[in-house]
């Protein structure tokens, strides 16, 4: 394999997800890597930016407002320029009917949330052909660096659990001030919006109980003061499980 060093041309990832704790997440790690990281918050910004600067591989998310994934998929297949640009499908769910229709509209490789370094590490070797060197290290620690056993993966994976949960809880702040906003003024559109997030959020530092809570609101049809009386309630229990998550990362 040939090493990625300063000295070659940099790989270029386009990352196209909603969430901001997964882009900051994999722009900061893949930066390590001499990378050059472009983020995307929906598909047709994806589309216009893959056309823009060409990027050697695409991180995709299905689940996305408006103009999912799938739709882009359906463009990008039919854009000469960009046609064949490998994707790399991001899901929290491999068995769902989308990531089939993904797979059939030809992406190169699914990898499920939450995300792992390894398997990251491991996907772009395997499209690439190249040996990527952490460039964050010094050689010494290069040199010392375990074989990739249980142990290490282990604590790669952890590592990168504990990077996204930081983001998780520090944008946190703001989104629940938003939450109470929309309950006060009982804005649909605001509401569904952030839930949507958190839903998406949950599953990325894999706390399935975050993303049941906020699937519950994003779902429900909201018409009456009983409907936001519920909202209130599955809000509570979500500021809640924040708490306990608070704590345990104290």
């Known amino acids: 394999m040939t090493n ?4 070659d041309p940099s790989i270029r990832i386009l990352v196209i997800d909603d969430s901001d704790i997964i882009q900051k997440a994999l722009k900061s790690f893949l930066q390590d890597f001499d990378i050059e990281v472009f983020t995307c918050s929906n598909g047709l910004e994806g589309i216009q930016t893959a056309v823009e600067v060409k990027p050697s591989l695409i991180f995709l998310d299905l689940l996305m ?7 882009m998929l359906q463009v990008k297949n039919v854009l000469k320029e960009i046609k ?9 769910n491999t068995n769902k009917q989308n990531v089939l229709t993904a797979i059939e509209l030809g992406v190169t490789k699914v990898i499920s949330k939450p995300l792992q370094k390894d398997i990251i590490i491991k996907t772009l070797k395997e499209i690439f052909h190249r040996e990527l060197i952490n460039l964050s290290r ?3 620690q290069e040199d010392t660096r375990p074989e990739i056993g249980e142990d290490f993966k282990e604590k ?32 649909k559109m ?15 530092i894999g706390y399935n109980d975050i993303s049941e809570i906020a699937k519950s609101v994003h779902d429900r049809e909201i018409n009456s003061d ?16 924040i708490r306990k998550l608070e704590e345990l990362k104290s």
Do not use: C
């Open 156 to 187: 790669v994976y952890t590592d990168m659990k504990d990077e996204l949960i930081r983001l998780f809880l520090n944008n946190f702040a703001g989104q629940k001030r938003k939450i109470v906003q929309a309950i006060e003024m009982k804005d």
């Open 190 to 204: 605001l509401i569904k919006g952030i839930m949507h997030d958190i839903k998406g959020a949950g599953g990325t």
């Open 226 to 241: 009983l409907d936001w009386f519920f909202v209130q309630v599955k809000s509570e229990q979500l500021f809640k499980e």
């Open 4 to 7: 990625l060093t300063k000295s």
């Open 138 to 140: 010094t050689e010494e």
């Open 84 to 92: 064949d640009i490998p994707v790399v499908i991001i899901s929290a």
């Open 65 to 71: 407002p408006n103009f999912d994934g799938i739709k």
